[in-house]
């Protein structure tokens, strides 16, 4: 695949830091870079994603699907070929139950995720 075809994304993390940016494929699937993002993620900060189920990436104010690839993903309106595309990431942290020490992420009281609009 040539050089040109490939896609730079970066991942801006709630308080403001990035991972990338890094080339990938258009046919990478969403699930394929938070994979990326959890082996990248910074050791030193706290409450970090355990799995991919964690994560949630936002492109253009739209929360990406995993089994989406990059070039499904992508918003032709306002993206330069060859240009970088930032996506957000937004981690959702499994909350315990008081009652039964459980991690709960289905309960409708238990916020599902926070986000921080920069």
């Given at each position: 695949?040539?050089?040109?075809?490939?896609?730079e994304?970066?991942?801006?993390?709630?308080?403001?830091?990035?991972?990338?940016?890094?080339?990938?494929?258009?046919a990478?699937?969403?699930?394929?870079?938070?994979?990326?993002?959890?082996?990248?993620?910074?050791?030193?900060?706290?409450?970090?994603?355990?799995?991919?189920?964690?994560?949630?990436?936002?492109?253009?104010?739209?929360?990406?699907?995993?089994?989406?690839?990059?070039?499904?993903?992508?918003?032709?309106?306002?993206e330069?070929?060859?240009?970088?595309?930032?996506?957000?990431?937004?981690?959702?942290?499994?909350?315990?139950?008081?009652?039964?020490?459980?991690?709960?992420?289905?309960?409708?009281?238990?916020?599902?995720?926070?986000?921080?609009?920069?």
């Open positions: 695949m040539a050089t040109q075809d490939l896609v994304v970066k991942f801006r993390l709630s308080d403001g830091t990035d991972i990338g940016p890094h080339k990938y494929s258009p990478a699937t969403v699930a394929s870079l938070k994979e990326k993002i959890l082996t990248q993620w910074p050791k030193e900060k706290e409450n970090g994603p355990r799995t991919i189920n964690d994560l949630k990436l936002i492109n253009a104010g739209k929360i990406l699907e995993n089994n989406r690839t990059l070039a499904d993903s992508r918003l032709p309106v306002g330069l070929p060859g240009g970088l595309i930032t996506m957000h990431v937004v981690v959702r942290i499994p909350v315990a139950d008081k009652k039964s020490d459980k991690l709960q992420n289905d309960s409708p009281e238990t916020p599902r995720c926070s986000c921080t609009i920069l």
